[in-house]
């Protein structure tokens, strides 16, 4: 058990629809990222918070958006869902957001299916 | 985007045989390269690292190689398990942290006794 949890584990819904993902990060750790894992793609970073700050972006669409609460956990959300949007969506933390990050660790991930 | 290239895309050993597998990246800049293990239904999680000062380095069953000249890393498992069947996944990734580190696509292994 790496110790980061993911809700839901599982989520199917239509095109057009809005979903939210979320993740209580490692306690202590104060980076938050989120990965998108599809099919034939290795994980694509898709956003990092430090402390409840943006911190860097990866290939997150327009459609996408994030965000770190006060208590740490983060929430991902996804609107106007597209079938491409099906995959696996991973959260990870690290106790650190820079030089000093530290091991990353994975949740079990929240797979999305979009019909 | 920075790429790391990985191969095979699948694998099938033996229980007893070594499995190999490789990986090529193409920033010079990158000086982190970790391994993922990854079973079914879980997370990945980290299973072994190098940084470019050494040319290989071992964890029990398991060998990371790195070859800085000509950009490429290979993680082999000895003596392969049916419970090392998993998914592995290699990255690299510059100083900075994780946000820019880059994952491979990833390598099934499956281990047949």
């Known amino acids: 058990d790496s110790g980061v949890t993911q809700t839901p584990k599982h989520l199917i819904t239509a095109t057009g629809q809005r979903v939210t993902l979320r993740c209580s990060p490692r306690s202590g750790d104060l980076s938050v990222y989120w990965y998108q894992q599809s099919l034939d793609q290795g994980l694509q970073f898709l956003i990092q918070?430090?402390?409840?700050?943006?911190?860097a972006k990866g290939n997150i669409l327009e459609r996408f958006s994030a965000q770190q609460f006060p208590d740490l956990h983060s929430e991902l959300n996804l609107s106007s869902l597209e079938l491409g949007d099906s995959a696996l969506y991973f959260c990870?933390?690290?106790?650190?957001?820079?030089?000093?990050?530290?091991?990353?660790?994975f949740g079990e991930g929240s797979r999305l299916t979009v019909l | 985007q920075q790429q790391v290239k990985q191969s095979p895309q699948s694998l099938i050993v033996q229980k007893g045989g070594i499995s190999i597998i490789n990986c090529a990246y193409e920033?010079?800049?990158?000086?982190?390269f970790p391994w993922y293990q990854q079973f079914p239904g879980k997370g990945p999680a980290l299973l072994i690292a190098i940084r470019p000062d050494v040319s290989e380095k071992k964890e029990g069953r398991f060998t990371i190689s790195f070859n800085k000249s000509a950009k490429q890393f290979s993680l082999h498992i000895m003596d392969s398990q049916p419970g090392d069947s998993a998914t592995y996944f290699c990255?690299?990734?510059?100083?900075?942290?994780?946000?820019?580190?880059?994952f491979g696509t990833g390598t099934k292994l499956q281990v047949i006794p």
């Open positions: 990255a690299a990734g510059p100083p900075g942290g994780y946000q820019k580190v880059t």
């Open positions: 920033n010079t800049a990158f000086d982190y």
């Open positions: 918070y430090y402390n409840g700050e943006e911190r």
């Open positions: 990870a933390s690290s106790v650190g957001g820079g030089l000093n990050t530290g091991e990353l660790f």
